[in-house]
């Protein structure tokens, strides 16, 4: 991946436009020693340090907490976003991945990390001056400092940017922070706060003469004043009472209040009125993390059914022999299959950017103030997006089967399982609920094609007059899993036919038309995962790899059930956007695109559910 050149690496969203080959893929199967050797770290880390102390972790030891953060940093996890100037590890992002991924294993502690390493030190590296970086960097990263992140507030939730927290410019340029935060993670024991505030109107200016805080003269964004700031504990941020959960007993949450808290002007994060910069940014960084440690926690969850499947015995036999058991261990390993496929593609494609991206001082390589990083995770906002959604919603779906094969055991505190899903139920409410991902999806897409980033206009218009014209003589190419590859390719036209006529049919009303985008959201998902699950099966069939037919029974699973999800959703979305001819044009033209001849999938099924229970887990880890 890192002789790619910027020409050659997919943009964001173009694999709805573009096929792509499976040797220009990253996947799981390409991981260095190096990258296994910190994923045995983190796992090691948790199965050793963590799990043994999660009861007492979630009767809300926060000095526990602390020390493990601490044990963390000397393991080297904390930094493997940070470039070595600050004390980090400078690695790439697919390492990034492969931390979130093993620290599902506790889900309680995972957010714990995840606030410190993601939402707290990720925004500092980003955004911070260098005194910034140079004072709170270091501390961060050997857990000295534990951070949160404050942007929620009871009334401003999915609308962040609604804050009513104040800041009032003072005449020697500090700050007075006033109002509250809901539900911060690392509330209740952090000492460093990147908190949002709207800085009052009335002291919006610079007092004369000051310089400004943080990088470059504040414009355009400045009139709501919505600024990020780092506050420490001690200048008199109080913590409201633990928020009694649902699940993560085991993180600290609370609401934080703020009542004339000074924060020096040089405690700006970014500049003043583009704090919208900074939290936008940490999204796209957490919502990918969020996703690979969904997909880790799946992964890691299909062990625990697999091994109960093949020891918990009825009717004389142990219930994995069963069909209606195998159906779900088969289910869980092609949905996870698939979204493990769609997030390493898209660590691959971040590093690839990264690596092109031209450096100021050397010409190439990765920018040291983690610019590249940042632009990288804008170009591939969407994909993060699908991550985010489309893993949270993997991962319920494995940990509600995952009790069910536990039946009654399921369902008692004496397996982790109904730990596991209590835990993860939040993942599909923060980092943007995966309705505002779902939206924002489409949303993304259609504002790059109006800006004329992405060709989605002029491809839609040539699938319309394809459509419209004589049938074309289908490919006879009947080597293995071509037929899922032409599937595929009639998904992306699906895609684009619906996506395109809506946006020909509402113009800039298709906003208020959610329904229609969630479905549209929902085709986009199957099909980045669908084809990421099938170039990497490619993969594994050209390498001769010997989990080939396994890797391949798991993509053409996916690729048949996807056909059908996409086909609902195709019909739903066409069918409140047009109607009479033009609609009964759509739906025959859908008909002619998902043509996807069934597939035995009870078999293939059998066939993972089989090597998952013999190996106790997840047959592609
Ligand atoms: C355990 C936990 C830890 C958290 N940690 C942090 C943290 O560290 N820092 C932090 O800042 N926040 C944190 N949060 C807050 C979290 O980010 C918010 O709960 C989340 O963004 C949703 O906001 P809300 O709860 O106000 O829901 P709302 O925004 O009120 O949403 C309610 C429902 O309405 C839907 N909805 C809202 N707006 C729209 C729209 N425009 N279109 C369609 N549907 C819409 C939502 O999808 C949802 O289904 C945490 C929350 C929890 C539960």
Redesign the pocket.
Request: charged share 15%; glycine share 8%.
């Given at each position: 991946m890192t002789t790619a050149t910027d020409a050659t690496i997919q943009r964001g969203g173009e694999w709805l436009l573009q096929s792509a080959e499976a040797a220009s893929v990253f996947t799981p199967e390409q991981l260095t020693e190096e990258h296994r050797l910190i994923a045995r770290t983190a796992e090691e880390f948790i199965t050793n340090e963590v799990l043994p102390v999660l009861d007492t972790l979630e009767q809300k030891d926060w000095g526990l907490a602390r020390r493990l953060v601490q044990k963390a940093a000397t393991l080297g996890l904390l930094g493997v976003d940070v470039p070595e100037t600050y004390g980090g590890l400078g690695l790439d992002k697919v390492t990034s991945l492969i931390v979130s991924d093993r620290m599902s294993r506790s889900a309680s502690f995972g957010?714990t990390f995840g606030?410190q390493a993601n939402?707290v030190i990720i925004p500092i590296a980003l955004f911070g001056t260098e005194a910034q970086k140079e004072k709170y960097l270091p501390q961060l990263l050997t857990g000295e400092l534990i951070g949160?992140?404050?942007?929620?507030e009871t009334g401003?939730?999915?609308?962040?940017l609604g804050a009513r927290t104040r800041a009032t410019r003072q005449a020697d340029g500090s700050f007075v922070l006033n109002g509250e935060?809901?539900?911060?993670?690392?509330g209740g024991f952090a000492d460093l706060f990147v908190v949002f505030a709207k800085v009052d109107p009335s002291t919006l200016r610079e007092p004369q003469g000051r310089p400004e805080p943080g990088r470059g003269a504040t414009s355009s964004g400045q009139a709501d004043g919505f600024t990020a700031f780092l506050v420490e504990r001690g200048w008199g941020v109080k913590s409201g009472k633990e928020e009694h959960?649902m699940g993560?007993h085991g993180?600290s949450?609370t609401a934080l209040i703020f009542q004339d808290v000074k924060v020096p002007a040089e405690n700006v994060l970014g500049e003043v009125g583009k704090g919208h910069k900074v939290a936008f940014n940490v999204l796209n960084f957490a919502r990918f993390k969020l996703g690979a440690m969904c997909a880790g926690g799946a992964a890691n969850v299909i062990g625990e059914s697999a091994k109960y499947a093949a020891t918990r015995r009825q009717f004389n036999q142990p219930i994995g022999n069963f069909g209606a058991i195998k159906h779900k261990i088969g289910e869980m390993v092609v949905k996870s299959y698939a979204i493990e496929s769609a997030i390493y593609r898209t660590a691959g494609l971040v590093d690839a950017r990264i690596a092109a991206t031209p450096h100021p001082s050397t010409g190439s390589g990765q920018a040291n103030d983690g610019s590249a990083a940042a632009a990288a995770f804008e170009e591939y906002a969407v994909e993060a997006s699908i991550a985010k959604v489309a893993g949270s919603e993997t991962l319920n779906f494995v940990l509600d089967e995952n009790i069910q094969i536990h039946g009654g055991n399921g369902y008692v505190k004496d397996y982790p399982a109904e730990r596991h899903f209590r835990d993860a139920r939040?993942n599909r409410?923060?980092?943007?609920?995966?309705?505002?991902n779902r939206?924002l999806i489409p949303g993304m897409l259609v504002r790059r094609a109006l800006k004329g980033d992405l060709g989605i206009i002029p491809a839609a218009k040539a699938l319309q007059d394809e459509l419209l014209g004589p049938p074309s003589m289908p490919s006879m190419d009947d080597s293995p899993l071509a037929e899922e590859a032409r599937a595929i390719t009639a998904f992306k036209k699906t895609a684009l036919m619906v996506l395109g006529l809506a946006m020909q049919t509402f113009g800039q009303k298709l906003t208020d038309e959610?329904e229609v985008l969630m479905h549209i959201a929902d085709i986009l998902m199957d099909v980045f995962c669908a084809e990421s699950a099938l170039l990497r099966a490619q993969a594994a069939a050209a390498r001769r790899d010997g989990k080939a037919e396994l890797h391949a029974a798991a993509a053409r699973v996916f690729v048949n059930d996807a056909a059908m999800r996409i086909d609902a959703s195709a019909r739903q979305a066409l069918a409140a956007t047009v109607d009479g001819d033009t609609l009964r044009t759509m739906l025959s033209a859908l008909r002619r695109l998902i043509k996807v001849t069934p597939i035995n999938t009870v078999k293939l099924r059998r066939e993972l559910a089989d090597a998952a229970i013999a190996r106790g887990g997840y047959v592609f880890a």
């Open positions: 957010a606030a939402l949160a992140y404050g942007l929620s401003s939730g999915s609308d962040a935060k809901m539900w911060i993670t690392n959960k993560l993180s949450t939040v409410i923060f980092e943007g609920t995966n309705e505002i939206l959610q």
